[in-house]
């Protein structure tokens, strides 16, 4: 059984930072795709980054372009998703998601998820 366990959101005022950090219990992390969602309230969930098993690529929404970058350590079976510049619409729970084939932006593509963080950008 795969699981994922999201951690370091929090409440922050506009302009700042967070840095999220999701723990994956896979033996075979290393062959995943990982990717980040968000979905704030009343608000479909959607795509913010992804990254590549062997993070050769990575994936941004326009959205998030230029303010979060999505890394990963294999070795520690964790991947990281660094918020800079945060703004209250990225307010949000953010979700941990890993893929056994696909980098992809389609949720439906995600095989395992973790529960989510909340992240709170005052303004």
């Known amino acids: 059984q795969v699981q994922l366990v999201e951690s370091g959101g929090g409440l922050v005022q506009a302009g700042a930072s967070l840095r999220l950090s999701c723990e994956v219990s896979?033996?075979?992390?290393?062959?995943?795709?990982m990717a980040w969602f968000r979905q704030a309230p009343g608000k479909e969930r959607e795509f913010a980054a992804a990254?590549?098993?062997?993070?050769?690529?990575?994936y941004y929404a326009d959205s998030v372009k230029g303010r979060f970058t999505i890394s990963r350590n294999n070795a520690k079976n964790s991947v990281y998703l660094q918020m800079n510049s945060l703004k209250p619409e990225d307010t949000a729970v953010y979700y941990c998601?890993?893929?056994?084939?696909?980098?992809?932006?389609?949720?439906?593509?995600?095989?395992?998820w973790g529960q989510g963080t909340q992240v709170t950008v005052s303004s």
């Open positions: 998601a890993a893929s056994r084939i696909w980098v992809t932006p389609s949720a439906d593509r995600y095989d395992y």
């Open positions: 896979a033996r075979t992390f290393g062959t995943y795709a």
């Open positions: 990254i590549s098993s062997t993070a050769y690529g990575t």
